[in-house]
Structure formats: structure tokens, C-alpha cells
């Protein structure tokens, strides 16, 4: 039985008040048993991982109906425990200002005719300009908070809401979910201004529509997409019909970008303008033209502020970004859509490291929870370092073996120096008398066999 670190205990012990006493201890043993696991992530061999003190027959009757009934039947909330999880991350982390959110969704690879929710979706990952690949699995809207890594430039998602989309006809579209998910998060910090940030497929009606006027959207639309004069036009004495409601047509996106090339002297409303931009990093020099305008189609009347953004060295395409807020500079909105990236790669992590689409589970209680459950414990990890884990011994050991590749702000880094710290408080020198060395070696021994 593994023990739990005392810096990490402090925080899994305020999210108690989520679970029954019984389901905690479960919930305890399951997130070391998840990070102590160095194979395939099934719940047997997570709960093999807990008990690797004895070796448990797979073909016999295993003492394993706890941890299975942990997600399948076990009384507790995704939506109470990523709350509470929410309310420490801020407090913990001191975020102060707005809260920055991004939504996005992620296709978690499944197969069976008995797997809930199980149906046919986009996967990003496989998926071309020219080429749409579809596969089987879940597909599951996230919504997390945006934290800044110190010194860096970057940020860290933090995975706290969640939604199931349903395959079929009829079923609610992923932008409905994510508005589900942001009235979820708002209503968990009424008093907080809060910007979100979501691709394309989240600019739409179903997403902005009344959308509350603490919140900021930060976007990306199409380069064709139909624009308007915010002014609308006047109506002369006597003509008959309706009073305007807009303006004339404004040229799309991708008119604008031809027009300020075609202006060789500089001067009127399309114009390229040079802005420094921190993004992923790094600052660049981008090349913008922005403007006011209404997009009926998604916000009715509503104005908006249009960038068409450009990269001065031609190592990406133009992308045409806008906000909700009229009054932001263009580089706070160039820097602010650049955050979105950091749910692409907390996706990546999950995957590649959580081992999120490992469970072989296939109910409707494991299937809504136990994905959610992996995201959370991914952000309750990322907490713990970000306050303490960075500023332990083994965080300085771990990192002296780096590669010039990785870094110590990585999932990756932060679940070694986890695993050598749990080893450190399970086996130490107190563990001197011999039934708890051999208990020991066998433990060791069986970790090994369960890595092989």
C-alpha cells in the first residue's frame, strides 16, 4: 500500500468533503494506484498497483469490486468535486484578475456494442484540411481554467468541467455543452469577470447567444465570414419599411487582408499594423488590421472587434480572431486566443500519460465519471506542483536528469517527481525491521513485473 505524500494529502483532504468516507478512501488509493501504475491503466491493473504488497489471480475472485464500484456506483459528483477543485486551484494558486477559460472537445478512443455514449466523431488527431477521419469513441467537451507557469510565457490548462456529447440526430451539439459548462463555471464564481477562449467551432449562436456581459469571447472566425457596419444606415423621411438595424457590408476577412496590401501609401481604415505579441512563448512581430463590425449570422447586432492577423515572416497562415469587447488592443487579443493551445496539450497529456482512454470500462456510471475522474486528478497533480511539488528535493534530482527536450512544467516531469516521492515516504529509513523490508522487496518486485 502506497503512502500519500503529506504536501499532497493537504490538498486531496480539502476535497473530501466531496465523498462518503468510504468512497474517499477509494478515491485516495485510486490516485496513487493511478500514479504509481507503470502499465496499461485498467482498473485491475491500477488496483493490482494499490495491492503490490500481494499478487492477485485475475482468473479467481478479486478483492477489486470497490474500486470498479468507485465510479460505477459509488455516490459522488463530477460536478460538486471539480467546483471544489476549482475554488483551490484559484485560491492556491492566487489568481487574481479575470479567470481565463477554454473549451474544447477530444474524441477518447472506444470500441463494443455495450459502450455508453459510444458513437462515430471527428478525430482531430487523424484529421487533414483535406481529409476529415472519423473513429469510435467518446467524445467528451472539456472546460478548464487557464493558468500562467511562473518565468515561462506559457500557460497550463487545468481540466474542471465536463460534458458527455451524445451521438445521433437530435442530441445536443458540443457548442450547446460547452454554454451549459460556462453557465456552470460562472455560477461557481458569481463575482468574477471571466474570458473564454474557444476555437471556431464554438463561435456560433447556440455558444454567445445572451451571453452574459461579465464575459469575454475570444475566437477565431472564418476568413468568408459575413460582416456588417455596426452603424446602421439612415432612414430618409417618408421611405417606407422597417428602421435599420445595420449597416453596409463590410468586405470579409480575407477582403480586408487584400485590401491593406493593395494600400501602398499607408493611410485609411485598411492598413497593416505591426504588433508585438507574446505567444506559445515567444515574442513575435505580427501584422494586423482590425475593425468594428456585426456578425448577424452568430451575434445579431451585437459589435464585435475583427482581427485579420498575419505573420511577418510567412510561417503561418493569415487567421482572422474577434472579441467581444470592443475596447481590448489588438496584441491582448492575439495573446489571449494564443492560450487556447494549452487544452491541446493537456489532451495530449492525458492520453499519453494519464492513459486516459486505458479503462476498459463500458456502463454509464464508469463512462461519465471515470474519464472526468482521470482530468480532474490530472489537474489536482498539477496544483499540487505548481504550490509545492516544484519546490521539493526530488523535484531538483528529477530535473538534473532531464533531457534537453523536456521540461519541468511538463505532466511528465511532474508525475516522476510524484512517483519518486511516494516511493521516498512508502520505503525509508524507518522501514528497518524485517517483515516490512520483505514487504517492501516484494512490492518492488511486483512493480517491476507489472512494468514488464
Given at each position: 500500500m502506497w503512502t500519500m505524500i503529506p504536501s499532497l494529502q493537504d490538498l486531496v483532504q480539502n476535497l473530501q468533503r466531496c465523498f462518503t468516507d468510504p468512497s474517499f478512501i477509494s478515491h485516495c488509493q485510486l490516485l496513487l494506484g493511478w500514479v504509481m501504475c507503470s502499465g496499461p491503466h485498467t482498473l485491475y491493473h491500477v488496483a493490482q498497483t494499490i495491492q503490490a504488497d500481494?499478487?492477485?489471480?485475475?482468473?479467481?475472485?478479486?478483492?477489486?469490486?470497490?474500486?470498479?464500484?468507485?465510479?460505477?456506483?459509488?455516490?459522488?459528483?463530477?460536478?460538486?468535486?471539480?467546483?471544489?477543485?476549482?475554488?483551490?486551484?484559484?485560491?492556491?494558486?492566487?489568481?487574481?484578475?479575470?479567470?481565463?477559460?477554454?473549451?474544447?472537445?477530444?474524441?477518447?478512443?472506444?470500441?463494443?456494442?455495450?459502450?455508453?455514449?459510444?458513437?462515430?466523431?471527428?478525430?482531430?488527431?487523424?484529421?487533414?484540411?483535406?481529409?476529415?477521419?472519423?473513429?469510435?469513441?467518446?467524445?467528451?467537451?472539456?472546460?478548464?481554467?487557464?493558468?500562467?507557469?511562473?518565468?515561462?510565457?506559457?500557460?497550463?490548462?487545468?481540466?474542471?468541467?465536463?460534458?458527455?456529447?451524445?451521438?445521433?440526430?437530435?442530441?445536443?451539439?458540443?457548442?450547446?455543452?460547452?454554454?451549459?459548462?460556462?453557465?456552470?463555471?460562472?455560477?461557481?464564481?458569481?463575482?468574477?469577470?471571466?474570458?473564454?477562449?474557444?476555437?471556431?467551432?464554438?463561435?456560433?449562436?447556440?455558444?454567445?447567444?445572451?451571453?452574459?456581459?461579465?464575459?469575454?469571447?475570444?475566437?477565431?472566425?472564418?476568413?468568408?465570414?459575413?460582416?456588417?457596419?455596426?452603424?446602421?444606415?439612415?432612414?430618409?423621411?417618408?421611405?417606407p419599411g422597417p428602421k435599420a438595424k445595420k449597416g453596409p457590408r463590410l468586405p470579409k476577412p480575407s477582403e480586408a487582408a487584400a485590401k491593406a496590401d493593395r494600400n501602398r501609401n499607408g493611410k485609411g481604415s485598411w492598413v497593416w499594423q505591426s504588433v508585438q505579441a507574446v505567444a506559445y512563448g515567444v515574442t513575435r512581430t505580427l501584422q494586423v488590421v482590425s475593425y468594428q463590425a456585426v456578425?448577424?449570422?452568430?451575434?445579431?447586432?451585437?459589435?464585435?472587434?475583427?482581427?485579420?492577423?498575419?505573420?511577418?515572416?510567412?510561417?503561418?497562415?493569415?487567421?482572422?480572431?474577434?472579441?467581444?469587447?470592443?475596447?481590448?488592443?489588438?496584441?491582448?487579443?492575439?495573446?489571449?486566443?494564443?492560450?487556447?493551445?494549452?487544452?491541446?496539450?493537456?489532451?495530449?497529456?492525458?492520453?499519453?500519460?494519464?492513459?486516459?482512454?486505458?479503462p476498459q470500462n463500458w456502463c454509464e456510471g464508469s463512462i461519465t465519471k471515470l474519464a472526468p475522474w482521470v482530468w480532474l486528478q490530472q489537474s489536482v497533480i498539477a496544483v499540487w506542483y505548481l504550490t509545492v511539488g516544484s519546490t521539493l528535493p526530488e523535484a531538483k534530482e528529477v530535473e538534473e536528469l532531464m533531457g534537453p527536450w523536456d521540461s519541468k512544467w511538463s505532466l511528465r516531469h511532474m508525475l516522476q517527481v510524484l512517483r519518486r516521492a511516494t516511493l521516498n515516504a512508502t520505503i525509508n529509513i524507518n522501514s528497518s525491521d524485517l517483515a516490512t523490508l520483505q514487504q517492501s522487496l516484494q512490492t518492488l518486485k511486483n512493480c517491476l513485473l507489472l512494468a514488464a
Amino acid at each position: 500500500m502506497w503512502t500519500m505524500i503529506p504536501s499532497l494529502q493537504d490538498l486531496v483532504q480539502n476535497l473530501q468533503r466531496c465523498f462518503t468516507d468510504p468512497s474517499f478512501i477509494s478515491h485516495c488509493q485510486l490516485l496513487l494506484g493511478w500514479v504509481m501504475c507503470s502499465g496499461p491503466h485498467t482498473l485491475y491493473h491500477v488496483a493490482q498497483t494499490i495491492q503490490a504488497d500481494s499478487e492477485v489471480s485475475r482468473a479467481q475472485r478479486h478483492p477489486f469490486d470497490r474500486f470498479y464500484n468507485f465510479f460505477s456506483r459509488a455516490a459522488w459528483s463530477v460536478a460538486t468535486f471539480g467546483q471544489q477543485l476549482a475554488i483551490d486551484a484559484v485560491v492556491r494558486l492566487k489568481v487574481f484578475g479575470p479567470l481565463y477559460l477554454v473549451v474544447d472537445d477530444t474524441l477518447l478512443h472506444k470500441r463494443g456494442k455495450h459502450v455508453f455514449g459510444l458513437g462515430w466523431f471527428r478525430d482531430a488527431v487523424a484529421s487533414t484540411r483535406k481529409r476529415v477521419a472519423t473513429a469510435s469513441g467518446n467524445n467528451w467537451v472539456v472546460m478548464g481554467l487557464v493558468v500562467p507557469l511562473p518565468l515561462t510565457g506559457c500557460f497550463l490548462c487545468l481540466p474542471l468541467a465536463f460534458r458527455l456529447k451524445m451521438p445521433g440526430k437530435g442530441q445536443t451539439s458540443c457548442a450547446a455543452l460547452a454554454r451549459e459548462l460556462l453557465d456552470e463555471v460562472a455560477a461557481w464564481f458569481p463575482t468574477r469577470d471571466i474570458v473564454l477562449i474557444g476555437d471556431g467551432g464554438y463561435a456560433n449562436q447556440a455558444m454567445l447567444t445572451d451571453l452574459p456581459e461579465r464575459v469575454i469571447f475570444v475566437g477565431r472566425l472564418h476568413l468568408d465570414a459575413a460582416l456588417y457596419d455596426p452603424t446602421p444606415r439612415t432612414k430618409r423621411k417618408g421611405q417606407p419599411g422597417p428602421k435599420a438595424k445595420k449597416g453596409p457590408r463590410l468586405p470579409k476577412p480575407s477582403e480586408a487582408a487584400a485590401k491593406a496590401d493593395r494600400n501602398r501609401n499607408g493611410k485609411g481604415s485598411w492598413v497593416w499594423q505591426s504588433v508585438q505579441a507574446v505567444a506559445y512563448g515567444v515574442t513575435r512581430t505580427l501584422q494586423v488590421v482590425s475593425y468594428q463590425a456585426v456578425w448577424p449570422r452568430v451575434l445579431g447586432y451585437t459589435p464585435v472587434q475583427v482581427l485579420v492577423v498575419r505573420d511577418a515572416e510567412g510561417r503561418m497562415e493569415d487567421i482572422a480572431l474577434f472579441t467581444t469587447n470592443l475596447t481590448k488592443l489588438p496584441q491582448w487579443v492575439i495573446e489571449t486566443f494564443a492560450r487556447r493551445w494549452s487544452i491541446e496539450v493537456a489532451f495530449k497529456a492525458s492520453k499519453q500519460r494519464m492513459d486516459i482512454e486505458g479503462p476498459q470500462n463500458w456502463c454509464e456510471g464508469s463512462i461519465t465519471k471515470l474519464a472526468p475522474w482521470v482530468w480532474l486528478q490530472q489537474s489536482v497533480i498539477a496544483v499540487w506542483y505548481l504550490t509545492v511539488g516544484s519546490t521539493l528535493p526530488e523535484a531538483k534530482e528529477v530535473e538534473e536528469l532531464m533531457g534537453p527536450w523536456d521540461s519541468k512544467w511538463s505532466l511528465r516531469h511532474m508525475l516522476q517527481v510524484l512517483r519518486r516521492a511516494t516511493l521516498n515516504a512508502t520505503i525509508n529509513i524507518n522501514s528497518s525491521d524485517l517483515a516490512t523490508l520483505q514487504q517492501s522487496l516484494q512490492t518492488l518486485k511486483n512493480c517491476l513485473l507489472l512494468a514488464a
